[in-house]
């Protein structure tokens, strides 16, 4: 009887496993993999969820404070808690968020939100640009080694 009962309650176990992936996938449906848009109908809380429910890194930083590119690696590296030995410029910016990562062991993913950057003219069109390209190839990156690496971002 009890190992019936068992069975029944692992068999009831697998089937509800989808849903809770599916569920928990839910706000990323549709969502590619590896991807850096802008974060439009999607809430902050929602995607926090959604990475740890994925059992995904959750790398938050809000440029709502910045003024200038180094303004906003100083508030990334705070934020993301980055090394101390970062150099605070775009290459190592990808430098961090790539290579030691990799090699500090298998990753399970990353949901990225960089909210409120900067739209003024000591952080213009082209900086805005060039950290938005680091995060395109840090996904890109990420995609070769087939980990799921999402960036989200809204400008000031």
């Known amino acids: 009887m009890k190992r019936d009962l068992f ?11 989808p849903l809770r992936r599916e569920s928990s996938e839910a706000p990323l449906k549709g969502v590619r993999s590896n991807i850096v848009q802008s974060i439009r109908a999607f809430r902050v809380q929602e995607l926090q969820d959604a990475a ?17 590119k180094q303004d906003v690696l100083d508030l990334i590296a705070q934020q993301f808690m980055l090394p101390a030995h970062f150099g605070k410029n775009f290459d190592a910016l990808y430098d961090c968020m790539t290579d030691p990562v990799h090699k500090s062991g298998p990753q399970p993913g990353f949901i990225v939100v960089l909210e409120q950057i900067p739209a003024n003219a000591k952080f213009d069109k082209e900086a805005r640009e060039q950290l938005l390209d680091i995060f395109r190839d840090t996904a890109d990156y990420w995609a070769d080694r087939k980990i799921p690496f999402r960036c989200f971002y809204s400008f000031l």
């Open 7 to 17: 069975v029944t309650m692992e068999r009831e176990a697998e089937m509800d496993a």
């Open 52 to 68: 740890r429910s994925l059992g995904q890194h959750f790398l938050y930083a809000n440029l709502a404070n910045a003024q200038s």
